[in-house]
């Protein structure tokens, strides 16, 4: 499977999409079609936890104050389901691998795993 779950009004995700191969990806803009609970799940089985897949750059992370929380699986998994948002960008499997964000180091893994 190859998959890529991201937001078309992140500029960084857009960048990214740009820089690699996408043909033969089946893409999901998760604001128009929102992520179900089954592929949650499949992602969180991927990276070995919904943390992993959270992004605390979210402006609605700080308006909640939920830095000042602490947050469980469980919240962080409810948290993505409720508000897209949340769901670190992009987030790209390909077949048994999961590339979650955009820091320079997955990029460059996930170009090398492309090409």
């Known amino acids: 499977m190859k998959k890529?779950?991201?937001l078309?009004?992140?500029d960084t995700s857009m960048r990214i999409l740009k820089s690699i191969n996408i043909e033969g990806f089946e893409l999901q803009e998760i604001k128009s079609e929102p992520i179900t609970v089954t592929q949650l799940e499949e992602?969180?089985?991927l990276s070995s936890s919904y943390e992993a897949l959270f992004s605390r750059r979210a402006k609605?992370?700080?308006?909640?104050?939920l830095k000042n929380q602490v947050l469980s699986?469980?919240?962080y998994?409810?948290?993505i389901l409720d508000e897209y948002t949340f769901l670190k960008r992009p987030v790209i499997i390909i077949n048994d691998k999961i590339f979650i964000g955009?820091?320079?180091?997955n990029v460059e893994s996930l170009q090398k795993e492309i090409k």
């Not at 609605?60 to 104050?65: A, L, R, S, T």
């Not at 955009?102 to 180091?105: E, H, I, Q, T, V």
């Open 4 to 6: 890529i779950y991201f």
């Open 8 to 10: 078309k009004t992140c």
């Open 43 to 45: 992602m969180k089985n």
């Open 60 to 65: 609605k992370y700080k308006q909640m104050d």
């Open 73 to 75: 699986e469980k919240d």
């Open 77 to 79: 998994r409810q948290l």
């Open 102 to 105: 955009n820091s320079k180091k």
